[in-house]
């Protein structure tokens, strides 16, 4: 089993930037992709970006491309999201998922065995 703890989420005004962090704990050496999905009220998750890294890939939804950057510490078993330029449309859950294989369809939310609890991200007009 692997358990993910999500921090780091809070309010900031548009155009600012946060940093979310996702600390694995548990069999977490033979998790093949790690990434973040977002939830906004009365939407459903979303993709925003994931990683598999044993060959240092990663992937991000066209809404934050060039704004997110996801990375890993593999001494602390964390994986950390910055958020730069933030918008008002960012504005959601922020949720750490993963899974043990390499995930070609990595976007798609039922394809992940592991969920943290959610952070609320939200971004002030």
């Known amino acids: 089993q692997v358990q993910l703890v999500e921090s780091g989420g809070g309010l900031v005004q548009a155009g600012g930037s946060l940093r979310l962090s996702c600390a694995a704990s548990?069999?977490?050496?033979?998790?093949?992709?790690m990434g973040w999905f977002r939830q906004a009220p009365g939407k459903e998750r979303e993709f925003v970006t994931a990683?598999?890294?044993?060959?240092?890939?990663?992937y991000y939804a066209d809404s934050v491309k060039g704004r997110f950057t996801i990375s890993r510490d593999n001494a602390k078993n964390t994986v950390y999201l910055q958020m730069n330029s933030l918008k008002p449309e960012d504005t959601a859950v922020y949720y750490c998922a993963a899974d043990p294989l390499v995930k070609l369809r990595y976007s798609s939310a039922a394809e992940y065995a592991y969920w943290g609890q959610g952070t609320q991200v939200t971004v002030s007009s």
């Open positions: 548990g069999r977490t050496f033979n998790l093949g992709t």
């Open positions: 990683g598999f890294w044993s060959v240092g890939v990663t």
